[in-house]
C-alpha cells in the first residue's frame, strides 16, 4: 500500500530519477545538464533494464522511501521524514513537502 | 478431507512454561521454533498470540518517531544509511524544534502515547543534549504524549540528566547476537551497549531494546539475540527486518523471507511474554499488509505508527484500521515519570 498516491513524489517532472539520481530516460543519458559529480554511480537498475522500464524498481522503492535527488538536476536533497510526511530540499530547485502544505 | 493437527512438542512445552506459568523459553528452546517447519507456523502464532493476551492484555501501544538529527553518524552500523562513512544518498539534515513540536501533535493525534525524538550519533554532545531539553520542553507545553529518546550511548551524566528532564523511555538497540555484532558493527562493542541499557534501567526509565533482523544471522544467532534481550529485561522490544539501504555494506543482503520473520516474531513472544513487542522499520517489505496481521495475531502488542526515520511506513490509517479490525484497543496514555 502507497503512503502516497502515484505522481506525489517532487520528480516526477524532472528528467532525474529521484531514487537513483540517474536520468530517466534514454535520450537524457548523453548530454544531459545535470553534473555527474553530484548524481549516484552505482544506480541500482544497473543499466541492465531497457530505458523504457529502466527506473520502475525505483519508482516502486519512491513508494516506501522519500526521494534522495531532485528530479531537476539530480543533486542530493536534504530530506527530513516526519512521522505522517516529509520534506526534500534542493539548494537550487526549492523545497517540496509531503504532504503538500496549505496555501 | 479432516486436517491432520500435529502436537509439535516444542510448542507443547511452550504451552507449559509459558503460557501457563509465564516464564520464557531458554536459548535451546528458542532455536527449536525458529527450525519449525512451515506447516506448524500457524500454530505458533497462535500460542504467540495466546501468550500475548494473557500476560500483555488485549490493547496496543501506539508510538511514532522523529529524527532530530538525520545523518552523519561515525559510527559503522553496516545496516545504517545514517553513517557518515558509507556512500549514501542520505545527507545531514536537523529537525527544528517547531517542525519537532508539530511532528509530536501529529503523533498524538494519532491516538499514540509514546513518542521517540531520535538522533544519529556516536552519543549526544552538549549541543545536541540542549536541544533535547528544550524540545521535551515545548512538546510538555503543548502536547499530552510520553516522550522517549534514542540519542545513542550515554554518559552516567546525560543518563541522569534525561531522567530528570521526565524522559519515559531510553531506546537503545542491541540489534543482533553478541557473536554476530563485530560483523555488523566495528567502531563500538556489544559491552557498550550493554553498559548504556543497564545504566538507563538504573536510573528508573524504561528500557526500549531492539533487535534489527535478517543481516545474515543465523537461526541460532536469532535465538541467541532473543535470549540476550530476555536476559536484559527490556519494557520493550522493537522489532526491525532489514530493509537493505543503497550505499550501505548490506545494501545487497535479500530481504528476510516473510514465514521466517513471522517464527521470530512467535519466539521472540515466546521468550519474552511479558515485554512490549513493537512492530519497527521492514515489516512493509518483509511481511506487506498480510504479514503484517498475521503478527499482530502472533504476538505482537505495539507499533511505530506512520514513517520511520529515513524511510516511510504503512499510512497510519491503515495500522488503526487494522487494530479497529481486529478489535484491538490502543493503549491509553499513563504518565509514568
Known amino acids: 500500500m502507497s503512503p502516497f498516491p502515484a505522481g506525489a513524489s517532487p520528480n516526477a517532472a524532472g528528467p532525474y530519477c529521484g531514487h537513483c539520481g540517474q536520468p530517466r530516460e534514454e535520450n537524457a543519458r548523453e548530454g544531459s545538464p545535470g553534473d555527474a559529480s553530484h548524481r549516484r554511480k552505482d544506480a541500482d537498475d544497473g543499466g541492465s533494464l531497457p530505458p523504457s522500464s529502466a527506473h520502475l524498481r525505483c519508482a516502486s522503492r519512491l513508494h516506501l522511501e522519500p526521494p534522495r535527488f531532485c528530479g531537476h538536476c539530480a543533486r542530493r536533497l536534504k530530506v527530513q521524514v516526519t512521522p505522517l510526511g516529509w520534506w526534500a530540499a534542493c539548494s537550487r530547485h526549492g523545497v517540496t513537502t509531503y504532504p503538500a502544505s496549505e496555501p | 478431507m479432516t486436517a491432520t493437527v500435529h502436537n509439535w512438542p516444542i510448542l507443547e512445552t511452550a504451552r507449559a512454561q509459558v503460557l501457563e506459568r509465564g516464564m520464557g523459553l531458554t536459548e ?17 502464532l497462535e500460542l504467540a498470540h495466546r501468550v500475548r493476551l494473557r500476560h500483555c492484555g488485549e490493547d496496543v501501544e501506539v508510538e511514532g518517531i522523529v529524527s532530530i538529527k ?20 542520505v545527507r545531514g539534515v536537523w529537525l527544528d524544534i517547531p517542525e519537532l513540536v508539530k511532528a509530536a501533535k501529529e503523533t498524538a493525534a494519532t491516538g499514540a502515547t509514546e513518542f521517540c525524538i531520535v538522533a544519529a550519533v556516536r552519543g549526544p554532545d552538549i549541543k545536541l543534549m540542549n536541544q533535547v531539553k528544550f524540545a521535551i520542553d515545548r512538546i510538555n507545553e503543548e502536547v499530552d504524549i510520553n516522550i522517549a529518546c534514542s540519542l545513542g550511548m550515554l554518559t552516567q551524566r546525560q543518563v541522569d540528566q ?39 534501567k538504573a536510573a528508573g526509565m524504561e528500557l526500549c531494546c531492539g533487535a534489527l533482523l535478517g543481516m545474515g544471522e543465523s537461526l541460532g544467532q536469532r535465538a541467541e539475540l532473543a535470549a540476550q534481550l530476555a536476559a536484559l529485561e527490556p519494557h520493550e ?25 513471522l517464527r ?10 511479558k ?5 519497527a522499520g521492514g515489516r512493509e517489505l518483509t511481511l506487506g499488509d498480510l504479514g503484517t496481521r498475521e503478527g499482530l495475531l502472533g504476538g505482537i502488542n505495539a507499533v511505530i505508527v506512520g514513517n520511520y526515520l529515513t524511510t516511510l511506513g504503512r499510512p497510519a490509517t491503515a495500522d488503526l484500521n487494522l487494530l479497529v479490525d481486529l478489535n484491538m484497543p490502543i493503549r491509553e496514555l499513563q504518565k509514568t515519570l
Open chain 2, 264 to 273: 521470530a516474531i512467535a519466539a521472540f513472544r515466546l521468550a519474552m511474554p
Open chain 2, 162 to 200: 534525561l531522567a530528570g528532564w521526565g524522559v519515559h523511555r531510553y531506546n537503545h538497540n542491541l540489534e543482533t547476537a553478541r557473536s554476530f555484532f563485530p560483523q555488523v558493527v566495528t567502531t563500538h562493542t556489544y559491552e557498550e551497549r550493554l553498559g548504556t541499557c543497564a545504566m538507563v
Open chain 2, 275 to 279: 515485554t512490549v513487542l513493537r512492530y
Open chain 2, 237 to 261: 522490544v522493537p522489532l526491525n527486518f532489514l530493509n537493505p539501504r543503497p550505499g550501505t555494506p548490506l545494501e545487497n543482503q535479500g530481504i528476510m523471507d516473510g514465514k521466517d520473520a
Open chain 2, 70 to 89: 538525520t545523518g552523519g553518524c561515525p559510527e559503522d552500523c553496516h545496516f545504517c544509511s545514517q553513517s557518515g562513512l558509507f556512500d549514501s544518498p
Open chain 2, 28 to 44: 535451546d528452546q528458542l532455536v527449536e521454533v525458529l527450525t519449525l517447519p512451515d506447516e506448524a507456523l500457524p500454530q505458533a
